[in-house]
């Protein structure tokens, strides 16, 4: 079979960071038409041969042709030129600007001094109508729920700059983590607005954590590991094994250690809860909250969005002050007032939204895992930095921490890393209860395992783990009890080895266990 | 099809020494400001071959180096307490008038009055003793720190707003304690915090030093510097992680205004008077412009305390040098700032990516394994 000539070819590139080797003469290749899946755990150098791609960043080696010529693009609005338009995984768009704002502005076409606002508006709808979106042009962006407006993102990166009134056609269009926050009929949307740019013969470079989306929307799979390249596939001969383990490189069984199959910590009653809620709630959230963890027990907080489980977790560490119920940790009744007051009493907290809640970004690694210890001691037992070097590259090794050493800023890690520094963070507090808020999200497979497998591991020798998760499958996977939660109330609880996916699904969906 | 490479062992990592104290604490971004620093002191050299001449007189040294580092040390006072709140990604523009305050509080607590005595002169007559008297006006500033910290720790006022509200009311207090009037201090025992030697040297960079040493020793020998920095990165996963936002955001309020009013007791001693209107007038943004010179960003994090002082230093060499060198009053104030611009322009990202991309060869090297 002789495959059309490639819309673009990536030859050998080459890309050094300091200590680390991000990209080793990797040769990727798009065809017209094609959805092409870039695959690979992460810190594979996904993002940066799409940097790569759009000229954030210049390969210290290869070679990029597009329809055969080499071209050297010095940014992204140099690719843009060129035809190559990316969509970056959060929305850089100015919500507070009205849609058509949001796709034209700066796209040349009003060529004349001020700008023609019902010529503006007009051209939007007509390429808002292309992607099969029929919106208010006219309203703020803000006014639109994410997917939409992931779809005007999507809009504008097709409307290329005009020079002296010539558009440029967007050959090449760059989906990274495009469904990361998009709920499933959304993602719907998305798909069919990639199919029709698909028939125009755009295409497309998709990338997401996400391979039930992977295989559905993709021809073709290039897959990268530690920077190197494994190979390209058609989707068709490839099953999901296939591909977990050329993305990982080593033979994981899909199943992790299962918990389900215990019943000793599921049913045993412990003497002392860890901790014990009785009726805790605070109105306007999750309210008359019951709730035990015993030591060595793992708990999965199963529910839609929204059914309160952050909520949950938020007012189990303190952050949201509980206005009714009683709070037991150890037999003593407590009341937390804030974060600190929960760790003091040996808990730990990794949030959902690791960039703006979890990480320190401009801190180092080290400075990350210390600081929960740091200030459960106090300001002023403050920890050598000897003690605090022998932490961070303790746990760095525990872990697997991929990192040139303890004292790089955390943001410069892969989002993988950064919730292991998050794991260690806690860790290094010594908790007895460890509250984890999607845990997994936004991670690739090969550290999602990891980090659930340590979890566990920490939970066999006593640490209690309340978790909570938007995928069934670690929730079935990883629970010794399975809680459920309906409209930020406790709708059920059952033994894991009890539970499966549908008996789940129908305490979440209203009917009786 | 592509064959499949075999994965070989990651390299290892480069050895990177650990950040020598010096440099983590004057940061590593300071070559600009050192070099303007140096650029000011050559030029002076060059039209004053005696700029660097020392001289002793009555066992106290006298120079203009001394002059300079002496009149600096308000500014330097002022930036180091305001390094802190803007380490929080905070901002205080009320120092200024808070240096009012103090010298206001002090003077009115004095007296203001001549009192002639036989033929030698004047008596040194005060109402309240000096201790009193400098407890009371730092008392004062620090009560108008912690009132800016309240503001904005428990009302989750902007910072900006906040201490624009001290900005301006700040003065008005001045001028209500002095009535309006300046007051001029007679007595003497007063002036040897901001004229007098210990040792020959000038006993204000004695204040400087002991501040610096203070605030050194509680941010870098206990925790309290991570947790600033921590708070001016992120303040929702700071407290998460069991920081006390709102505490520490209140203190270093606290600490900037009690500098403000150290540097107004200083500045009040200098000119041996209190002037409700004109006391410490624009300080606030020499201050900023001191924090911003010594390497740490508006936006918060990490944050030099040495770098500040160096900050301050420059300012006033650069305020001294353009006097000596003549420039008529009302342009000083263009020159100073287009010094100060250029600097920046110097220390910002785009120049400094610009003098890196030039350099490539080095970089690539470094992480060849």
Redesign the interface.
């Known amino acids: 079979m002789t495959d059309p000539a490639p819309v673009l070819e990536m030859r050998g590139i080459t890309k ?6 991000a990209l080793s003469a990797v ?1 990727f290749r798009l065809l017209p038409g094609e959805v092409h899946s870039l695959m690979g755990q992460n810190g594979a150098g996904k993002s940066t041969l799409v940097k790569v791609l759009t000229g954030v960043v210049t390969p ?1 080696a290869g070679q990029l042709l597009l329809d055969g010529q080499d071209i050297r693009p010095q940014g992204p609005l140099e690719a843009q030129r060129l035809g190559i338009s990316t969509v970056f995984q959060e929305v850089n768009l100015c919500t507070n600007l009205s849609v058509a704002e949001n796709i034209l502005l700066g796209r040349g076409g009003t060529s004349t001094v001020a700008i023609r606002w019902r010529e503006l508006r007009r051209q939007a709808v007509a390429l808002l109508a292309e992607l099969n979106i029929h919106i208010d042009v006219t309203a703020p962006l803000a006014s639109y729920p994410l997917a939409i407006q992931q779809m005007v993102a999507i809009a504008r990166a097709l409307t290329s700059e005009t020079r002296g009134g010539n558009a440029i056609r967007t050959r090449l269009l760059v989906l990274d983590e495009p469904t990361s926050s998009l709920a499933d009929d959304e993602v719907k949307m998305l798909f069919s607005v990639i199919r029709r740019l698909k028939a125009q013969g755009i295409a497309i470079l998709f990338i997401s954590h996400f391979l039930d989306q992977a295989f559905e929307i993709s021809d073709r799979f290039t897959v990268l ?2 920077g ?6 058609p989707v068709a001969q490839l099953s999901r094994m296939d591909l977990i383990v050329k993305m990982v ?1 080593k033979e994981i069984a899909e199943t992790a250690p299962d918990r389900a199959s215990r019943t000793a910590a599921a049913d045993a009653p412990a003497a002392v809860p860890v901790v014990q809620a009785r009726g805790l709630g605070k109105t306007g959230s999750v309210t008359g909250l019951d709730l035990a963890v015993a030591p060595g027990q793992a708990i999965g907080v199963a529910g839609l969005l929204g059914s309160g489980r952050t909520e949950t977790a938020r007012l189990l ?1 303190g ?1 949201d002050k509980a206005d009714h119920g009683t709070l037991e940790i150890e037999g003593k009744p407590v009341r937390f007032s ?3 007051d929960a ?1 003091v009493h040996g808990m730990g ?1 990794c ?1 959902e939204d690791r960039k ?8 180092s690694i080290r ?1 990350n895992i210390i ?2 210890l ?7 037992r ?2 050598s ?1 000897a003690r605090q ?1 022998e932490i961070a590259r303790s746990y760095i090794k525990l872990l697997g921490i ?4 303890a ?1 790089v800023p955390i943001s410069k890690l892969s989002g993988g890393n950064q919730q292991k520094v998050l794991l260690a ?1 806690w860790l290094a507090t010594d908790p007895k209860m460890l509250i984890l808020d999607e845990p997994t999200r936004g991670i690739d497979v090969g550290a999602k395992i990891e980090i659930m497998a340590e979890v566990m591991a920490l939970c066999d020798n006593g640490m209690a783990v309340v978790f909570s998760s938007s995928e069934m499958d670690e929730i079935l996977r990883y629970s010794d009890r399975v809680v459920v939660l309906r409209d930020r109330a406790k709708v059920g609880e059952m033994a894991g080895h009890d539970a499966d996916e549908q008996k789940v699904f129908q305490i979440i969906a209203g009917g009786s266990p | 099809m592509m064959p499949v490479p075999p994965t070989p062992e990651p390299p290892p990592p480069p050895v990177v020494p650990p950040p020598g104290l010096v440099r983590s604490i004057i940061g590593r971004d300071h070559f600009w400001a050192l070099a303007t620093l140096s650029l000011l002191i050559i030029y002076n050299l060059a039209t004053n071959p005696h700029f660097f001449a020392i001289s002793i007189q009555d066992g106290h040294l006298y120079g203009s180096i001394i002059d300079i580092l002496n009149r600096s040390a308000p500014l330097m006072i002022i930036a180091m307490g305001l390094t802190l709140v803007i380490a929080t990604h905070g901002i205080d523009i009320s120092v200024g008038a808070v240096v009012a305050i103090s010298g206001a509080v002090a003077a009115a607590m004095i007296g203001g009055e001549l009192v002639m005595s036989g033929g030698t002169g004047m008596d040194d007559v005060t109402r309240f003793s000096m201790p009193v008297v400098i407890a009371a006006a730092l008392g004062v500033s620090l009560l108008f720190g912690m009132w800016n910290g309240v503001l904005i720790s428990s009302f989750g006022m902007q910072p900006i707003i906040a201490t624009l509200i001290l900005l301006g009311t700040g003065r008005g207090v001045a001028q209500l304690i002095t009535n309006g009037q300046i007051i001029t201090i007679y007595y003497r025992p007063y002036y040897a915090i901001g004229n007098g030697f210990l040792l020959g040297v000038p006993f204000s960079l004695f204040i400087v030093a002991a501040v610096a040493a203070v605030i050194l020793l509680l941010t870098r020998k206990t925790a309290l510097g991570l947790f600033i920095e921590a708070i001016g990165i992120n303040p929702l996963a700071a407290r998460l992680a069991g920081v006390r936002a709102r505490t520490i955001t209140f203190a270093v309020y606290a600490v900037c205004g009690l500098c403000a009013g150290i540097a107004g007791l200083i500045v009040s001693s200098n000119v041996k008077s209190a002037d409700g209107n004109n006391a410490g007038l624009l300080f606030e943004l020499d201050a900023i412009l001191a924090v911003v010179l010594g390497g740490t960003a508006l936006t918060g994090g990490r944050f030099f305390l040495l770098g500040s002082v160096l900050g301050a230093l420059i300012i006033q060499t650069l305020t001294t040098t353009i006097y000596a060198a003549g420039v008529a009053p009302e342009v000083t104030l263009v020159v100073k700032g287009l010094v100060v611009f250029i600097v920046s322009i110097l220390q910002s990202d785009k120049i400094k990516a610009m003098i890196h991309s030039a350099a490539p060869a080095r970089r690539a090297q470094g992480g060849t394994p």
């Open positions: 050094y960071f300091p200590g680390v080797r040769d210290d590991r530690n190197q390249l494994v190979g390209e596939y490189g560490f952050i804030s974060p600190l760790i907290f949030p703006h809640e979890g990480i320190l970004a401009e801190l400075e600081i929960a740091q200030c459960k001691r106090g300001i002023f403050s920890l930095r070097d991929k990192a040139p050493d004292d963070r």
